[in-house]
């Protein structure tokens, strides 16, 4: 059975999602592993014994581990193709990897330089300049995910929940962290209220205790 290592609220929650998905339409189950990041679990012997790089997600699968989102991705829709997570026309397929890469490689580490920017800078004085930078930048990548699924009658790619989805939750979600009101982006607001509603994102959510609500009105 496949293993997934997750940190409630961190970005393993777009395999978490995937995997629920999977469950619910093969009837295959996963076991997931919740690493608590606050904790430092992730910097464990244990834990880098499996995973050097001391980071969620990480997919084990027998005794080999899998790590980073787009190729955990990758590996979950070559596995499970009845299940249609993504595309299976080529182009179509590759443009929506290409739309999850942004979002690993460009959003995503936007908010880690606000969240965590002792990880790039030593002095508080930088520190707090690339807080400032990122949480700006950070809002025009959630503008141009509220472009994508402004228009999107169900899902991002469909009928169904995907990968994408679960991200765009997480971005929104991380936006409040970094100062962003939701009812700022009200259309990505709306449309991840649904994603929310979705049955399997909501099995994860719960297992995460996830709320969307992290934006604190000043
Ligand atoms: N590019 C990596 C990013 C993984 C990542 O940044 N994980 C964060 C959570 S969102 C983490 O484990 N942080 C713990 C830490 O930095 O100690 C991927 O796609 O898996």
């Known amino acids: 059975m496949i293993e997934l290592y997750f940190g409630p609220g961190a970005c393993s929650f777009v395999p978490h999602v995937a995997l629920e998905i999977i469950k619910a339409r093969t009837g295959e189950d996963f076991t997931p592993h919740m690493v608590k990041l606050h904790k430092q679990e992730q910097r464990s012997p244990e834990y880098l014994a499996m995973n050097p790089d001391g ?3 990480m997919l084990r699968v027998g005794d080999q581990s899998l790590t980073q989102i787009v190729a955990i991705c990758d590996y979950l829709d070559r596995r499970y193709p009845q299940v249609g ?36 800078a030593e002095t508080e004085a930088t520190q707090a300049e690339l807080k400032r930078f990122n949480a700006a930048l950070f809002r025009k990548h959630l503008e141009r995910v509220q472009g994508w699924v402004k228009d999107c009658p169900a899902y991002w790619l469909g ?5 994408h989805d679960a991200y765009a939750l997480t971005l929104l979600r991380w936006g ?11 259309q990505l ?24 609500d992290t934006f604190k009105k000043a």
């Open 85 to 120: 997570l993504l595309p299976s026309e080529n182009w179509a397929r590759a443009q929506a990897m290409s739309q999850l890469a942004w979002m690993n490689n460009t959003a995503h580490p936007s908010f880690t330089h606000v969240f965590m920017p002792h990880k790039f």
């Open 55 to 57: 980071l969620v997600p």
């Open 189 to 212: 607001k709306a449309f991840v209220d649904r994603v929310a509603a979705a049955p399997a994102v909501a099995s994860a959510m719960e297992r995460e205790r996830l709320r969307l």
């Open 159 to 163: 009928d169904q929940p995907t990968f």
């Open 176 to 186: 409040g962290f970094a100062g962003i009101d939701p009812d700022s982006l009200p």
